[in-house]
Structure formats: structure tokens, C-alpha cells
């Protein structure tokens, strides 16, 4: 890479997310050239469009935050989905080859099936089960067959932050009131804060690290359970109002992977830092979501 991390063009896509945003502030607050561009500024599915976009901001780097997030929603309009997290990201990865750009896709834990007992690696077999899972998975082959040698793929897991909806933000909003909370404790993974991931891509760039794939996840591994008995306890609401339940209870479109954690070889294999713990991670960003006393 010609630039580096700090005097490099950068160019987020789906910027008003709630990790676009985070990751908009802190290139912002590293004095880095950023354009920030929205659904609104930018649709990805349209190719010409987006060709055209990066031809004229001629970026060093693309992050691509856009995304169809609505993972139940996924199975009933699966070809929607795949407009954007497969198709859309092809588009962002050629108009990433013509500006000679890198690129970064933000990816799943869903594209795999969640039944492992250990830590999926970064080269595990993918195997989604979900519509959303094809979908993301579709996003990574094809950013990585039209810039090779040139992206990275994140996958992130769990994720929170303070600027959209979240586990986070709804076990707040039921701590706050009356009655008991049942919350599942068979499936387990990685809480992430939008910041954490943030963090990470802009260790990945300033590291020139090598492309490929790496896990954008917390380090260390909870339930659902376990994450809104540690969020109950930091608003010093009682944790014993959050009582177990199993993923049977709940019918959704969409099955959840009962297994989400992610292993953390690329970075050390990169010289990089693993991820942070996320009961860290949660513990400093806080603040950002509880409500003012």
C-alpha cells in the first residue's frame, strides 16, 4: 500500500450504520481523509452508480459497512438479500479494482452452521444455514475473486453499539422495568462493540497486514444469558431478574447458530494484538448506552 493508515483515502459505505459511524468518528478523530457515504448517498446495488461513486472519490480504502441485516427477513426475500450483501458487494469490489483501491467486507459468523464445539478458524468450511448466511457468504467470494492480493474480509459476531438497535440496548430498556426476563442459554458466542471492530480494521491497515480472512470478534465466549445477566449487573439492577431458557422456546424464520465463536489465529499470525475480551470491551463502552442518572 502506497498511503499510509493515517494520510490514506478512506471510503466507508453504509456510514450512517451503527459500525459506520463508529468507524467514521474514530478515522475522523486519527485526522485520516474519510468519505462517509449512506444508503441515501449510495445505493450498491447499483453497479453504475457505485463504479462511478469510487471513480470520482478515488479512495486508498474501502470499507464496505452496507448490508441487508434483517436476518428473518432474509428467508422470506432471500434474492433481496443478495442484492446487496452479494451483489452489492461485487459491485464495491470492481469499482475498488478500476480505482485501485483495497477493500475490506465486513462478513458473518452466520456463514457457518454453528455446530462446532471449538472455535471455527478462519479457514474452516463455510456452511451457512440461513439465507442471510448465503447471502454474506456470497459477499466474501466474490470480493475475494475480484480483488485478490487486495481485501479483507471481517467477520464480526454479536455486534452492539451505540448507534443503532441491539441486545444491548433491549436488555436495557427491560432492565428498567418491572418483572423478571427470560433469555436463552444454549447459544454462545462473542459480545462485540461496534468500537472493538473498528479498532481492529484500523490496526489491520496501519499493519499493512496480509489479506485474507480474520475474525472481527471479542475475545472469549458467553450465552445470551450470560451477556444480559453482565449487562443487568452494570446498571446495578439485579442479575436474578434474568433467568434461563432454551432456544426451543422461540420460533423464528431464521435458525440461530447455537455455536458463534470465532477463533483469532489470522491476527497473531498477522503480529497484531488479539482482540479485546469483550467483558472489557462492554465495561468501556458503557457509558454510550446507559441512561443518564
Request: hydrophobic share 45%; proline share 6%; with cysteine.
Amino acid at each position: 500500500m502506497s498511503a499510509s493508515a493515517g494520510s490514506a483515502r478512506w471510503l466507508v459505505t453504509g456510514a450512517g450504520g451503527m459500525l459506520g459511524r463508529d468507524l467514521v468518528s474514530l478515522l475522523e478523530r486519527q485526522g485520516a481523509p474519510v468519505t462517509p457515504v449512506t444508503r441515501s448517498d449510495l445505493d450498491i446495488t447499483d453497479r453504475q452508480a457505485v463504479l462511478g461513486a469510487l471513480r470520482e472519490a478515488q479512495p486508498d480504502i474501502v470499507v464496505n459497512c452496507a448490508a441487508w441485516t434483517a436476518v428473518d427477513l432474509a428467508e422470506s426475500r432471500e434474492a433481496d438479500a443478495l442484492a446487496v450483501n452479494g451483489e452489492g458487494a461485487a459491485n464495491v469490489a470492481a469499482g475498488c479494482a478500476l480505482a485501485g483501491a483495497r477493500m475490506i467486507q465486513l462478513s458473518t459468523d452466520y456463514v457457518f452452521d454453528g455446530t462446532a464445539r471449538v472455535p471455527y478458524p478462519e479457514d474452516a468450511a463455510p456452511a451457512p444455514a440461513t439465507a442471510y448466511g448465503r447471502t454474506k457468504l456470497a459477499g466474501e467470494q466474490a470480493v475475494t475473486r475480484l480483488l485478490p492480493g487486495r481485501s479483507w474480509i471481517l467477520r464480526t459476531a454479536w455486534l452492539y453499539g451505540a448507534h443503532g438497535g441491539s441486545f444491548v440496548a433491549t436488555m436495557i430498556g427491560l432492565a428498567g422495568r418491572a418483572g423478571d426476563v427470560t433469555v436463552v442459554d444454549d447459544q454462545h458466542g462473542q459480545p462485540t462493540s461496534t468500537v472493538t471492530v473498528a479498532e481492529l480494521i484500523l490496526a489491520l491497515v496501519r499493519a499493512e497486514a496480509p489479506d485474507g480472512i480474520y475474525h472481527a470478534t471479542c475475545s472469549g465466549q458467553t450465552t445470551w444469558f450470560g451477556l444480559a445477566r453482565e449487562i443487568f449487573g452494570l446498571l446495578g439492577a439485579d442479575p436474578e431478574r434474568v433467568t434461563p431458557i432454551p432456544s426451543t422456546q422461540l420460533t423464528r424464520p431464521a435458525p440461530r447458530p447455537a455455536y458463534s465463536v470465532l477463533g483469532h489465529g489470522a491476527w497473531a499470525r498477522a503480529g497484531l494484538e488479539p482482540p479485546e475480551d469483550w467483558r472489557a470491551a462492554l465495561h468501556r463502552d458503557f457509558a454510550a448506552f446507559a441512561p443518564a442518572s
